[in-house]
């Protein structure tokens, strides 16, 4: 049973940094892809952010530029560094696993298998 369990969530101001962190229980951690979404009071769920099995990146326009995802294969940790905080980015975000071990260049359109509970990210103005 693949548990993908998130931290690091919390209120911070505008203008500023966190960094979310996802331990994942997977045999071959190695061979994923993983991927962050979030959501916004009212709004869907999005993906905004996809790292491949060869640890290529990819991320949504809405966080291009400020958020960089990254794994630690040894550890099997999957990290969201999210800098220029914007009070829009107040999320719940969640790490995802993909079905494959690619990502859609555009992150929409990886399929995906399995979520965390998530991690409250609030962004004060």
């Known amino acids: 049973e693949v548990q993908l369990v998130e931290s690091g969530g919390g209120l911070v101001q505008a203008g500023g940094s966190l960094r979310l962190s996802c331990k994942a229980s997977?045999?071959?951690?190695?061979?994923?892809?993983f991927g962050w979404f979030r959501q916004a009071p009212g709004k869907e769920r999005e993906p905004i952010s996809c790292?491949?099995?060869?640890?290529?990146?990819y991320n949504a326009d809405s966080v291009k530029g400020r958020f960089t995802i990254s794994t630690d294969n040894a550890e099997k940790m999957v990290y969201l560094q999210m800098n220029s905080l914007k009070p829009e980015d107040t999320a719940v975000y969640y790490c995802?696993?993909?079905?494959?071990?690619?990502?859609?260049?555009?992150?929409?359109?990886?399929?995906?298998?399995?979520w965390g509970q998530g991690t409250q990210v609030i962004v004060s103005s």
């Open positions: 790292i491949n099995s060869g640890r290529s990146t």
């Open positions: 997977v045999f071959t951690f190695e061979d994923y892809a």
């Open positions: 995802a696993l993909a079905v494959h071990s690619g990502c859609d260049p555009l992150v929409t359109r990886t399929a995906w298998r399995d």
